[in-house]
């Protein structure tokens, strides 16, 4: 058993976007496992997007992260010692709570023990974890396309983002994406999008007035603030549209700032959907058998960046929010 944990803590709120100075490592000691407890050896730890609202001084319903204090996040372990007999040694366990560090002490009610042999581990935080499931989610849950509907998705070569655009060809739409690189759109005609817009060098609005003129059906909105305003402007008459994040307003000061084309939304019978993913969990055995169903039909690839070792986290933290990932973002620890 290690006699240390190594955690990555907030030494510094960031002033809009996150640095990798606003972190630092630490090492704490680590106890043997008292009755119902596990000690646990992270092997990935998942980077996301809503970490950055941790870092907020007045939080979110995430909470806010005192200085001084380790970051929380997703990551998948294994338990090295027990004191629990429903988890013993061996176990392949996922937390939502105890990302960014090596090890942990927990109780092991706090973890959910998974399936090893459902393929790599860092599936339960990727395919199988918070990345499908709000995938499948925005499609299924909310969208639902039917096939020939136009779909469009943004961020569409990130994590959720790739897994909502391969979903929604699966489901028959006719989809468009925009992602913020020619080599990131290219990769999504690779994975079947019909249409990709680089919104970085092209006018995403009047793109989509040309490949659209009927106006979107369906879309799933990864991004808020401006690009949510010309996903409300390009919504066909009674188009749907799904909120899954607002990653344009989470360096600013009220990343709730609503749009300010609202009603267009009455004129036009448009409805906005927000959803989050918590909502689906408890559908997780079904959400992600239909998962492993799209990737055994070859409909579904799990795309990944990875990052080498804990010291590089915050680092890949600044590199997920300025759009240097493809698909899932993970630290290998
Ligand atoms: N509702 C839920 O339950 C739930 C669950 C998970 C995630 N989410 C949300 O889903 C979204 C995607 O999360 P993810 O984990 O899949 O991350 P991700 O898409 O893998 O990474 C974020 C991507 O956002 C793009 N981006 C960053 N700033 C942008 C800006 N100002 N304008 C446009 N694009 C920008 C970047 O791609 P480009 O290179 O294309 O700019 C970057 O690669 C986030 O908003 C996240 O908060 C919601």
């Not at 490949?211 to 390009?234: S, Y």
Request: charged letters at 20%; glycine letters at 12%.
């Amino acid at each position: 058993m290690p006699a240390n944990a190594r955690q990555i803590v907030l030494v510094r709120r960031p002033a809009g976007a996150a640095r990798a100075g606003d972190f630092a490592i630490r090492e704490v000691p680590l106890a043997a496992p008292g009755e119902g407890e596990v000690l646990v050896r992270n092997l990935w730890l998942s980077l996301d997007p809503y970490m950055r609202l941790f870092m907020a001084e007045t939080g979110s319903i995430h909470g806010s992260v005192p200085l001084g204090e380790a970051m929380p996040g997703g990551a998948v372990g294994e338990v090295i010692a027990s004191a629990s007999e429903a988890m013993p040694v061996g176990a392949l366990v996922v937390s939502m709570a105890h990302g960014w560090r090596d090890h942990y002490l927990a109780r092991a009610d706090q973890l959910q023990a998974v399936n090893r042999e459902a393929g790599p581990a860092q599936r339960w935080l990727g395919l199988y974890g918070l990345t499908g499931i709000t995938a499948w989610g925005g499609i299924h849950g909310v969208l639902k396309p039917e096939p020939g509907e136009t779909l469009f998705v943004n961020a569409a070569a990130g994590a959720v983002g790739s897994v909502a655009v391969q979903l929604a060809k699966r489901a028959g739409a006719r989809v468009i994406a925009s992602a913020g690189s020619d080599a990131k759109c290219a990769w999504l005609r690779e994975l079947g999008t019909d249409h990709v817009v680089n919104y970085r060098t092209e006018d995403l609005g009047a793109r989509l007035a040309e490949l659209a003129p009927e106006g979107l059906a369906a879309a799933f909105d990864n991004v808020g603030g401006e690009q949510l305003e010309i996903l409300i402007d390009a919504a066909a008459p009674q188009g749907r549209i799904a909120l899954c994040g607002a990653i344009a307003l989470y360096d600013s000061a009220n990343y709730r700032a609503g749009p300010r084309n609202l009603f267009a939304t009455i004129e036009k019978h448009v409805t906005l959907t927000g959803f989050n993913a918590g909502f689906y969990f408890p559908r997780a055995p079904e959400i992600i058998a239909d998962l492993a169903a799209a990737e055994a039909e070859g409909a579904l690839v799990e795309t990944e960046t990875v990052v080498e070792g804990l010291a590089a986290a915050p680092q890949g933290f600044v590199d997920l929010m300025e759009g240097r990932s493809r698909g899932k973002m993970l630290v290998r620890v």
